[in-house]
């Protein structure tokens, strides 16, 4: 997990370090949580609960007697063959959607019934960590990736290393989890109030900007975000020269 040609201060720095943040990790138990969440968002997409599978219940058994009812009638020569043989295709497929609207409920509650047991599978191994004595069968488990970089602070010529580490969450990374799941994503923005005060025009910026420095780096997102905003006091500026 860690390169053997860093050297030993380094190295036990890092081992230091990420015994410090796995501690963090584990014992945040709401952050665990939205995980969790994000992660059914994004990847189980359960819309299933008890009273619409009710609903479809009973709407099923509904067909099912309609269906009884029209056998009755042919029997008894109330209604024709063609009639009977009209009316009950028309039945069947109506039970074929419902049956497989039913089914694709099931499956689903089937598979949130599966994460959540995973889930709770992997908060006892969080639990069950021995953090003092980590050994690199448990750092894969946990850990995605681990990198050091350099961090430019903006508007300075000042630099500032920094540690990250991209843990792994059930069967993705953290990272994984929070991009794939735009909807609780957004949650998550506006609960922490990052958009109060914004325009649309700006929420979106500020999402672009959010994703361009997670997918270029801190630093190259920061560079970037310095020239345009320097681009936009420019625009502003011959914008009021002109009005002048």
């Known amino acids: 997990m860690f390169c053997e040609y860093r050297n030993a201060h380094t190295e036990e720095y890092l081992i230091e370090y990420v015994k410090g943040e796995l501690e963090k990790?584990?014992?945040d138990k709401a952050g665990l949580k939205w995980n969790f969440d994000a992660y059914v968002q994004a990847y189980v997409q359960s819309d299933a609960d008890e009273s619409k599978l009710t609903d479809i219940a009973n709407q099923i058994q509904e067909l099912e007697e309609m269906r009884e009812v029209n056998f009755r009638l042919v029997a008894k020569n109330m209604i024709t063959d063609e009639e009977y043989v009209t009316r009950n295709a028309k039945l069947q497929e109506?039970?074929?959607?419902l049956m497989n609207e039913q089914n694709k409920h099931l499956q689903q509650e089937q598979n949130l019934k599966t994460t959540k047991l995973k889930f709770d599978t992997f908060l006892k191994y969080l639990e069950e960590v021995d953090v003092e004595n980590l050994t690199n069968t448990v750092l894969r488990q946990l850990v995605s990736s681990i990198s050091v970089?350099?961090?430019?602070?903006p508007f300075k010529n000042e630099f500032d290393k920094e540690i990250l580490i991209e843990w792994r969450f059930l069967d993705k990374t953290e990272g994984e989890v929070f991009w794939d799941?735009?909807?609780?994503?957004?949650e998550i923005w506006e609960r922490d109030h990052w958009?109060?005060?914004?325009?649309?025009?700006?929420i979106e910026e500020e999402k672009e900007r959010e994703r361009l420095m997670w997918e270029l780096g801190q630093e190259e997102a920061e560079d970037k975000a310095v020239q345009e905003a320097y681009e936009e006091m420019r625009r502003a500026s011959l914008a009021a020269t002109e009005k002048a």
């Open 181 to 186: 799941s735009e909807e609780v994503r957004h």
């Open 195 to 202: 958009y109060r005060g914004m325009s649309p025009e700006q």
């Open 94 to 97: 109506q039970l074929q959607e």
């Open 149 to 153: 970089r350099t961090r430019k602070r």
């Open 25 to 27: 990790f584990r014992t």
